[in-house]
């Protein structure tokens, strides 16, 4: 009987993964590179995982990682602007779930386009349980929904803003 080795990495919500699935998912949303240039990302993250013994990055790399991802695929696109909101480091109590999109929605005033990037709300949801259940999962998609309407409540008429969840 043959064994083999199963490795779970690619289903875990690292940092690393996060950062993999932000790059797969410009690469399909009409980034200006490649999918060679795409690729060797990919793999550049993997040696990085790979590298590095802690799944969960310093919040200030792994901030700068976000941006060097974004840039990568629009860097011809200086007036592009983003804002990441990592929900691992902010409470996930629609109080202040409300309050940080609206100041994130504040700071895209005079840009007609940019990317609100949502990372870390599966894992704020889970603090203090072990399990993903049917109800962590409506929550989830409640949350989803509460942050894509104040979204569209608070933009301006004239802009274009996505919200990314990843």
């Not at 704020?124 to 072990?130: A, D, E, H």
Request: proline share 2%; with cysteine.
């Amino acid at each position: 009987m043959v064994e083999r080795r199963v490795t779970r990495t690619a289903t875990k919500r690292d940092d690393y993964t996060r950062l993999q699935n932000l790059n797969a998912l410009f690469s399909v949303i009409g980034s200006a590179s490649t999918s060679e240039e795409t690729l060797q990302l990919q793999r550049t993250l993997s040696f990085m995982r790979e590298n590095d013994s802690d799944s969960q990055m310093p919040i200030k790399s792994f901030e700068h990682c976000i941006e060097q991802v974004v840039r990568f695929h629009f860097p011809n696109e200086r007036g592009f602007h983003f804002t990441h909101w990592n929900a691992r480091t902010i409470s996930i109590d629609p109080l202040w779930v409300r309050a940080s999109v609206i100041e994130f929605i504040k700071s895209f005033q005079g840009n007609l386009r940019g990317l609100i990037l949502v990372s870390g709300l599966r894992e704020s949801l889970l603090k203090g349980g072990k399990r993903w259940t049917a109800k962590k999962e409506r929550e989830y998609q409640e949350l989803r929904c509460f942050i894509e309407a104040l979204v569209l409540r608070y933009a301006q008429e004239n802009q274009d803003l996505s919200v990314l969840f990843f």
